[in-house]
């Protein structure tokens, strides 16, 4: 059929410029015409006649390739939860050429997350952007049971003797960063300066003092040239020849050097009184007595700085936006704090942070609303029959969650758009991604035990399943540490720019920048 729709388009074409021999202005704009036309018939025939009868329905579309990328790319989560209204949990739209079938509500998330390894793979839907970045023989370059080994390792390493190491670092490296904020009150843009400090604070406790030393010189470039290889585009093209895809390459050599160089060290002058990843990796071998080679610690450790980064910068931002916009929530902050800790000078500490539960639930919140991730990927490489439905999702389709949707679902939350942290003080959901379930649903996967119901949870920041996050109690730490250092020094307040939309257009939900607050000091207020 394709074949003898452009032989007779062809024949059309070369009928046309032999025997009308139109002006070349009209030629260029009747080829135009031509092929926008042709463009619109196929995509008929794509939806119309070849459409996989058991397949799920698709969200139409004018454009083949295309598809809904414009209604998708402007507001994900809008275009996600209109057509779960138009076409139930699972339906498929298509986007620069991929099939991709959404998996929604809390059913839709259970099949998602526990579906098997021989239907549906993360290393296949992930490699493309991953192993440039991060390097080969780690996470997404290796068979599944050995990510799961490599996340026993990382979990490992963030024991809580380590976390209670971590505050006292996090707490004065937050510290020392707001002396750069001069005068008494001014402006920020928070976007940039929350990525700062948590590149900061993540550099001193998990990535060894040396990449911390290195941190202001040419460590941050590397970072800031592999992170702009980290995008929508590096997930649809692996390779294309432009200069950021250089630049990502160039950047993985070096800081892959630099972390060979820093393991080489360590390997000759000892490695002891370190609380550091590097240092945990060192000692781990897989069970086939294998240790672990500097070549895969140094991936997995730019793994990590990839995986942490962007989604604690970006809630860390997105709680200091809404803090502004609702100072009576800081003003909350310092109130438990002189409440629990008897003053707002008593140093922070791993003990002290579980003390404070309107902080905790503040991080929760932000991330009900606001998640980091609203797009978890898998592909499909067997055809998956959707649970309850007639549906058979055919291979080389991308399965998509977006927990984000029924985060935000009015029938779980109420009046759902509200960032009100309170809500988990009434509702007690905190159970949802750890303990709903019995013991026999209890499952490990290779790198700690989770229950399989947890799935069904409809509040999953983390993801859950095989893939589920292992850097939550460092992300929560981390974030809490940052926060309440920040509120015992400054009030902030927004500018006449409001509280920004989130941006769509990135791979990490932050807001639309300039994010902007004005702080003042608070000593210098009283
Ligand atoms: C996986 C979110 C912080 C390391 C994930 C996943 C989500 C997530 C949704 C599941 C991805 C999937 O199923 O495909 C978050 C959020 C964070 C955060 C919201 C902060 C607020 C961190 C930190 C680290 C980290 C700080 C490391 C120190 C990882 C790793 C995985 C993961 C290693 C496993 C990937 C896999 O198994 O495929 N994270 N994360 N994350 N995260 Fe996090």
């Not at 799920?56 to 057509?83: A, C, Q």
């Not at 929604?104 to 192993?131: I, M, R």
């Not at 023989?137 to 599944?144: E, K, Q, R, T």
Request: with cysteine; charged share 20%.
């Amino acid at each position: 059929l394709t074949d003898l729709l452009f032989q007779g388009l062809y024949a059309l074409h070369t009928f046309y410029v032999e025997s009308v021999r139109p002006s070349p202005v009209l030629l260029i704009l009747t080829t135009i015409l031509g092929l926008v036309f042709t463009a619109l018939l196929w995509a008929q025939i794509e939806q119309r006649v070849l459409a996989d009868p058991h397949a799920p329905p698709v969200v139409p579309y004018l454009f083949p390739f295309f598809g809904s990328m414009i209604t998708f790319g402007l507001d994900p989560i809008k275009f996600f939860r209109e057509n779960q209204a138009r076409y139930g949990d699972c339906y498929t739209f298509l986007v620069f050429g991929r099939r991709m079938t959404m998996c929604l509500g809390p059913d839709g998330n259970n099949f998602f997350f526990n579906a098997k390894l021989s239907h549906v793979s993360a290393e296949e839907a992930y490699k493309t952007l991953t192993v440039p970045v991060f390097g080969k023989g780690v996470v997404y370059d290796v068979h599944n049971s050995v990510l799961m080994e490599q996340k026993r390792f990382m979990k490992n390493s963030l024991t809580n003797d380590s976390l209670r190491a971590y505050v006292p670092m996090i707490e004065e490296e937050t510290s020392q960063y707001i002396q750069r904020w001069e005068g008494e009150t001014g402006t920020i843009e928070v976007v940039q300066s929350m990525a700062e400090l948590v590149t900061l604070t993540a550099a001193r406790t998990l990535f060894g003092a040396e990449i911390r030393a290195q941190l202001d010189e040419r460590v941050a470039d590397l970072y800031h040239d592999l992170d702009n290889g980290f995008t929508p585009i590096n997930f649809l093209f692996e390779n294309l020849p432009l200069e950021s895809y250089r630049r990502r390459d160039a950047a993985h050599i070096e800081l892959k050097a630099i972390y060979m160089d820093i393991l080489s060290k360590r390997e000759d002058l000892g490695n002891e009184d370190r609380v550091d990843i590097i240092s945990h990796l060192m000692n781990c071998t897989y069970k086939n007595g294998e240790a672990l080679s500097h070549n895969e610690i140094a991936s997995i450790m730019i793994a990590l700085l990839m995986a942490g980064q962007h989604t604690s910068s970006a809630t860390t931002a997105w709680a200091l936006m809404f803090l502004a916009e609702r100072p009576q929530l800081a003003d909350e902050l310092r109130e438990e704090q002189i409440r629990e800790l008897g003053g707002l000078d008593v140093p922070l500490s791993f003990e002290v942070l579980k003390r404070l539960p309107h902080l905790d639930n503040l991080v929760t919140e932000v991330l009900r609303l606001r998640p980091p991730i609203i797009e978890i990927i898998r592909k499909v490489v067997k055809p998956v029959e959707y649970p309850g439905s007639q549906y058979v999702i055919p291979t080389g389709h991308y399965l998509m969650s977006s927990p984000a949707v029924t985060q935000t679902d009015p029938s779980i939350y109420r009046d759902p758009q509200n960032f009100n942290p309170a809500r988990w003080f009434a509702d007690a959901k905190k159970e949802s991604a750890a303990s709903i379930g019995t013991a026999a649903d209890e499952v490990d996967y290779g790198f700690g035990v989770l229950r399989t119901t947890s799935a069904r949870s409809p509040y999953l920041p983390f993801g859950a399943g095989r893939h589920r996050c292992i850097g939550e109690p460092f992300a929560y730490l981390q974030i809490k540490t940052i926060l309440a250092t920040l509120v015992r020094d400054f009030d902030f307040k927004l500018t006449s720019r409001g509280m920004p939309a989130p941006d769509y257009t990135k791979m990490f939900i932050l807001p639309q920048t300039p994010a902007e607050v004005i702080y003042t000091r608070r000593e210098a207020k009283a």
